[in-house]
């Protein structure tokens, strides 16, 4: 029963990788039956095109984005203060402290060149609260004089902006690396409506520090995000103790105008005959995958050889 389920999910499988050739199929196969096989040509190819990237922000990226920002809003306390601010007596009094969702706006898109996949991303919203700074100047009372006439309500209209070029390369061993270059965030406060100019004039003052900072910071970490998603991938895929799954990719990969694109070598690696390497390899190149990729898609073109490879495992 076990042998007859095996052979039926490896028919599935060959079935699959049958179907997937439609995009880009060859009928010369070559046949080596050396133990390790060398591709005269990539068998396999993975393209991306900017308008699959641009969808995949809008249905995914953005909606994450838009609730990890109410998730800060549903947090935010409804009243604080502070005594002593900077001179003693000095109180500084929020209330009603809020970021509407209705005023969070999410966009940006996506272009590529033969450098990179540029990203240009937007979060904007709104910052809402009461705000009072006072003096207590009646030692026997519970009276406060305002100061610098700062009371009332205020609506803070906070643009922010990131941009950057993620960089596909390619090392000896076949192993992808991504790479993000151009890194620039800018954070503008474009409307202060209902803030005192004392408030004014300090955040002005500490915005260019804020940008400065951050820039500083988010490149290396957007790269060791994407160092530590690259590092759980494996370039050997086991699936049971009849064959495993190697890939590579080659130097083609990469991106041009269409988008971003890899191309490389899947070998079904055959365990129980001592490891040996799948004997198809093909002798006719794959067209560019990002040339003939339709737009706002996602595409795949597989070679006959790695269908007939698949086939061996089921005989």
Request: glycine share 6%; charged share 15%; with cysteine.
């Amino acid at each position: 029963i076990f042998k007859s389920k095996m052979r039926l999910s490896l028919f599935i499988f060959a079935l699959f990788c049958l179907f997937s050739v439609s995009l880009c199929r060859y009928n010369s196969i070559t046949v080596n039956n050396s133990v390790k096989n060398v591709a005269a040509y990539p068998n396999f190819g993975l393209g991306i095109s900017n308008g699959a990237f641009n969808d995949i922000l809008s249905d995914f990226v953005f909606p994450d984005v838009v609730k990890a920002i109410e998730g800060v809003a549903a947090e935010l306390p409804p009243y604080c203060c502070y005594d002593d601010v900077e001179v003693k007596h000095v109180h500084l009094m929020f209330q009603n402290l809020a970021l509407p969702s209705t005023t969070i706006e999410v966009s940006g898109n996506t272009s590529s060149s033969s450098f990179g996949v540029a990203f240009d991303l937007d979060v904007d919203f709104q910052f809402q609260f009461f705000l009072r700074l006072c003096v207590h100047d009646d030692p026997f009372g519970g009276g406060c004089s305002t100061l610098f006439g700062c009371k009332g309500d205020i609506d803070l209209y906070i643009d922010t902006s990131v941009d950057f070029t993620i960089v596909v390369e390619v090392d000896q061993n076949g192993f992808p690396s991504l790479t993000a270059h151009d890194v620039a965030f800018n954070l503008a406060l474009p409307q202060m409506v209902g803030l005192c100019s004392t408030f004014k004039d300090g955040i002005n003052a500490a915005i260019p520090s804020i940008n400065q900072n951050v820039n500083e910071k988010l490149g290396p970490a957007i790269n060791s995000a994407l160092a530590s998603a690259l590092s759980k991938l494996s370039q050997t895929i086991t699936v049971n103790d009849v064959f495993d799954i190697n890939w590579a990719l080659s130097l083609e990969s990469g991106t041009q105008t269409t988008g971003m694109g890899f191309v490389g070598e899947i070998d079904v690696v055959l365990n129980q005959q001592n490891n040996t390497i799948a004997p198809f390899v093909p002798v006719n190149p794959l067209p560019n995958i990002l040339t003939i990729l339709p737009a706002n898609n996602i595409g795949l073109s597989l070679t006959d050889s790695l269908f007939n490879n698949t086939v061996i495992l089921i005989n």
